[in-house]
Nanobody
Framework: HVQLVESGGGSVQAGGSLKLSCAAS????????LGWFRQAPGKEREGITS???????TYADSVKGRLIIFRDNDKNTLFLQMNSLKPEDTALYYC????????????????????WGRGTQVTVS
């Protein structure tokens, strides 16, 4: 049974930082493309970053240079370090996984991912 559980969300002032975590019960975590999506009220779910099994990362332009994705396969955990946060980063953040070693060109497509967490709220004021 695959389970993804996000944590680390909260409220922060603009310019602040947060670190999100996603505990993954994947077997093994090292064989999965992992990603972070977010959804703001009234907007569609947006893919913001992904990391493949070799550590290759991709970022949406809206977060490039401010957010960093990284993974610890030994601890079955995905992370998102969020710096220089802006009010427009306010959203529910989800981690997602799919059983591919590469994330390929569909890393921003929610339908391309098989497993999802329930999300953690980030509010920037």
């Amino acid at each position: 049974h695959v389970q993804l559980v996000e944590s680390g969300g909260g409220s922060v002032q603009a310019g602040g930082s947060l670190k999100l975590s996603c505990a993954a019960s994947l077997n093994p975590t090292s064989d999965y493309c992992l990603g972070w999506f977010r959804q703001a009220p009234g907007k569609e779910r947006e893919g913001i970053t992904s990391i493949d099994v070799d550590g290759f990362t991709t970022y949406a332009d809206s977060v490039k240079g401010r957010l960093i994705i990284f993974r610890d396969n030994d601890k079955n955990t995905l992370f998102l370090q969020m710096n220089s946060l802006k009010p427009e980063d306010t959203a529910l953040y989800y981690c997602a996984a799919r059983p591919n070693r590469g994330c390929f060109g569909s890393w921003q497509t929610s339908g391309a991912f098989d497993y999802w967490g329930r999300g953690t709220q980030v509010t920037v004021s």
